[in-house]
């Protein structure tokens, strides 16, 4: 397993960009995807939604909620993926986790997530 830590969330105004980021406990982080996931309330965490995912050969994957507006990157040397969301909006107010898939091995870890709130 893989020790994630994302950056905290917050409370956002409509508009806003957010940037969220995860810094995994690895030696390497080259063979791992990472992806983030939001949680919607009341739903349990194995329904998580994709928000987005880069895969280890820097390919990256975008729900069609964010298209347009995400932009997720990894720096391998930093171990740490970040996503950057623009114009938010409410409807994005969710618990975003951060994961890692090793594409070798199969397994994948989560981090606790960010809360994040997007509210005037």
């Known amino acids: 397993q893989v020790r994630l830590v994302e950056s905290e969330g917050g409370l956002f105004q409509p508009g806003e960009s957010l940037s969220l980021s995860c810094v995994a406990s690895?030696?390497?982080?080259?063979?791992?995807?990472m992806g983030w996931y939001r949680q919607f309330p009341g739903k349990q965490r194995e329904q998580r939604e994709l928000?987005?995912?880069?895969?280890?050969?820097?390919?990256?994957n975008y729900a069609n909620s964010v298209k347009g507006r995400a932009t997720n990157s990894r720096n391998n040397d930093k171990k740490m993926v970040a996503l950057r969301l623009d114009n938010r909006k409410p409807e994005d107010t969710d618990l975003y986790s951060c994961q890692a898939h090793n594409e070798y091995q199969g397994f994948k870890s989560w981090g606790q997530g960010a809360q994040v709130v997007v509210s005037s």
């Open positions: 928000v987005a995912t880069i895969s280890s050969g820097n390919i990256p």
């Open positions: 690895v030696s390497s982080l080259s063979h791992y995807a």
